[in-house]
């Protein structure tokens, strides 16, 4: 089965930290990275989207983070 996650945290190392994590974990770069600023906490924000494929079928209960 092919899973997919939206990976986001503020603008700083912590971002970089876990989209590297992500890859060594087998998860794939899926697009473009994105980066907005959050108005409501007055602070710049990244996102990247990671995909991968599993044996197994789809269930919502999967623990994507766990994959």
Known sequence: MQLYRFLTADDTSAFCHKVTDALNKGW????????????????????QAVTKEVPGTYSPEIKLGDQ
């Open 28 to 47: 794939v770069l899926h697009g473009n990275p994105t980066y907005a600023f959050d108005a409501a906490n007055g602070v710049m924000r990244c996102g």
